[in-house]
């Protein structure tokens, strides 16, 4: 992702010229919608792809507006442009933005979206953060011929797309717990310098959960949101490391041990926040639907064979352009669904994890087997425990817990009719007779 983006504002401005085109190959005419605030502009044919696209575009600025503090007065327009009916270009990941130099050096910022699930997670979240990214650090200054633009450092993205997947589906508590156990205190200057891009899943949910905390820690001190802004308003080529936040922050009076400590404290006090109930097993299977809501085809040289949907399609997932950060991806997502599952439905999804971490690297590999048998394993769970809900709630439906109406109204129950019969006549006697 990172090799692609650093074009220079030349191949940009071709690349501009070419705006439009895979729609126009299709025969469709894309349609433009812009958003409530005036800053995207979405080109799609689909009606409802293009008011879902501008809405989720919309939260994420607000939440860009809050850690930053900005009023959100802007400067250049961002594009979002429909090309799930393109082909995606070799190596091409789901999803690319970049800014582009147009006529009489004014600035485009656009993102090109090529997969139908891209909007599933929030990897959506993390272009449109790129995207106000970079009209934050050109909105004041020019872009220069022959070099490769700027963007903001990861963990700014990968942080505010975690709070909103926090919100969402509650915080990872095992991911915190996991930070504190480990051998050795996390070191930020390690932290800076990470490429998540090349991180499996385990990694990738704890890189994630640092960088919210570096956010919350960074946004306690005096300086605040400004703080941020001042950091991506001075950016350097390439820069974002240390130095750029001991610079932004002069109350940490430019001290990296210091930004350390307000940072690991971070960390443990997400740790120690509120605990999120353990979700059910019904929950958790709708939790694990959303993440296998995929599809992919079958033999993507042969579409007339069909498409194949569920868990069932990650092993062709993998095998496409981008399949490993895909698989990367869903691997983080089942960790973080794994420390908030139902007991009963943990092992199938760490199942599911190990499957999805090892396409990621070995994406030939042959797994369709072990899928099929985890599907099996996961139906019969949801099938028993639902027999088993269905039993208790009809017992609990037929239980009698208070009298009926005619029972209360009655004072004295009524007399029994008095027998006449000889047996009867002869107990009777006996009775009185007190034998």
Do not use: C
Request: proline letters at 6%; hydrophobic letters at 40%.
């Amino acid at each position: 992702m990172a090799g692609f983006l650093q074009h220079t504002s030349l191949i940009a401005v071709l690349a501009m010229l070419g705006f439009g085109t895979a729609l126009a190959q299709k025969g469709e005419r894309p349609v433009r919608s812009t958003s409530s605030s005036g800053q995207f502009v979405v080109y799609s044919s689909d009606p409802e792809w293009r008011t879902a696209v501008s809405r989720r575009a919309e939260e994420a600025k607000d939440a860009w507006i809050k850690w930053l503090g900005s009023d959100g007065n802007w400067s250049h327009p961002i594009i979002i442009q429909d090309l799930r009916k393109s082909v995606r270009p070799a190596g091409n990941p789901r999803a690319v933005t970049a800014i582009f130099e147009g006529d009489g050096r004014t600035l485009k910022i656009q993102t090109d979206i090529y997969d139908s699930s891209f909007l599933a997670g929030e990897g959506f979240e993390i272009e449109v953060f790129r995207a106000l990214g970079l009209e934050q650090i050109y909105r004041k200054q020019p872009m220069r011929a022959g070099k490769a633009f700027r963007q903001i450092p990861a963990w700014i993205s990968e942080g505010m797309a975690e709070e909103i997947r926090v919100s969402r589906n509650g915080p990872p508590d095992g991911v915190y717990a996991a930070l504190l156990r480990s051998e050795r205190p996390p070191k930020i200057e390690e932290f800076l310098k990470a490429k998540p891009e090349l991180m499996e899943a385990t990694t990738m949910a704890l890189y994630r959960t640092q960088a919210l905390a570096l956010l919350k820690a960074l946004n306690q001190l005096p300086e605040g949101p400004q703080g941020l802004t001042s950091l991506i308003d001075t950016l350097d080529d390439g820069e974002g490391g240390l130095k750029a936040i001991l610079a932004g922050y002069p109350s940490l009076g430019d001290d990296p041990a210091q930004l350390s400590k307000v940072w690991t404290l971070a960390i443990a006090r997400g740790s120690a926040s509120r605990r999120i109930d353990t979700l059910s097993i019904p929950e958790t299977a709708r939790a694990l639907a959303t993440i296998f809501d995929i599809s992919a085809l079958i033999d993507p040289k042969k579409p007339e064979t069909g498409m194949v949907g569920g868990a069932s399609a990650l092993p062709a997932i993998a095998k496409g352009a981008g399949g490993a950060f895909l698989m990367r991806q869903k691997a983080a997502e089942l960790l973080n669904l794994e420390f908030r599952a139902h007991p009963v439905m943990r092992p199938v999804i760490a199942e599911y994890r190990e499957i999805a971490s090892t396409l990621a690297t070995k994406p030939k590999r042959n797994m369709e087997k072990r899928i099929e048998e985890n599907d099996k394993i996961r139906e019969l769970l949801q099938q028993r425990t639902g027999n088993v809900a269905d039993y208790l709630n009809w017992f609990e439906a037929t239980q009698i817990d208070t009298l009926s109406d005619g029972f209360l109204n009655i004072s004295e129950p009524p007399s029994a009719p008095r027998r006449t019969d000889p047996l009867t006549l002869h107990m009777d006697s006996v009775e009185r007779r007190g034998w």
